[in-house]
T-cell receptor, first 115, second 112 residues
Framework: GAGVSQSPSNKVTEKGKDVELRCDPI?????LYWYRQSLGQGLEFLIY????????KSGLPSDRFSAERTGGSVSTLTIQRTQQEDSAVYLC?????????????FGPGTRLTVL | DQQVKQNSPSLSVQEGRISILNCDYT??????FLWYKKYPAEGPTFLIS?????DKNEDGRFTVFLNKSAKHLSLHIVPSQPGDSAVYFC???????????FGEGTQLTVNP
């Protein structure tokens, strides 16, 4: 079946502009996660949606970052007034609520470059 | 505060030999551990996991060992193949399905 998809695959923007990144999780997966990977770093947790519960936003680095998940499916990560330090690969993942192994399935990522 | 650490940024092994990738963690609340493999320009793919109630889990050529008292886990790949060359990430969570905390990754190169 279809995996997690993300769009765009690459985004180049100018400092100060807003960007929106999209994630389509695997159908039927109730949990959705956003992570980012800066150059030479591991993956850093940003935000987590689980069903209809309030999202865990504890990983968002600043109030310029926000995310929403509409209809329990598609999610959009918005970065306002982008800064050069926002340049990274943004990865989305989804998982079943009661996955036997608990693994998260990742999309290919969106590479964001802020000039 | 790096709660999950992979101290070796790179590892090189010969085809057919064993690859051992190591990971240490500091948070005693972690009870679920996973290994992911990542190729360039792709998202990480799940390899194998282990719950804190176990000390070993095997899946084909991949075995994960967990030493809770030492807060250490390792991934063994036997025999190693050139297609295993990738970045390997160790990850941990407090419950299955919750947010993952990742290590920095280890670049494994398997030479033919």
């Amino acid at each position: 079946g279809a995996g997690v998809s993300q769009s765009p695959s690459n985004k180049v923007t100018e400092k100060g502009k807003d960007v929106e990144l999209r994630c389509d999780p695997i159908s039927g997966h109730t949990a959705l996660y956003w992570y980012r990977q800066s150059l030479g770093q591991g993956l850093e947790f940003l935000i987590y949606f689980q069903g209809n519960s309030a999202p865990d936003k504890s990983g968002l680095p600043s109030d310029r970052f926000s995310a929403e998940r509409t209809g329990g499916s598609v999610s959009t990560l918005t970065i306002q007034r982008t800064q050069q330090e926002d340049s990274a690969v943004y990865l989305c993942a989804s998982s079943k609520t009661s996955g036997r192994r608990g693994e998260q399935f990742f999309g290919p990522g969106t590479r964001l470059t802020v000039l | 505060d790096q709660q999950v650490k992979q101290n070796s940024p790179s590892l090189s092994v010969q085809e057919g030999r064993i690859s051992i990738l190591n990971c240490d963690y500091t948070n005693s609340m972690f009870d679920y551990f996973l290994w992911y493999k990542k190729y360039p320009a792709e998202g990480p793919t799940f390899l194998i996991s282990i719950s804190s109630i176990k000390d070993k889990n095997e899946d084909g050529r991949f075995t994960v060992f967990l030493n809770k008292s030492a807060k250490h886990l390792s991934l063994h790949i036997v025999p190693s193949q050139p297609g295993d060359s990738a970045v390997y990430f160790c990850a941990a969570s407090r419950t299955s399905g919750s947010r993952l905390t990742f290590g920095e990754g280890t670049q494994l190169t398997v030479n033919p």
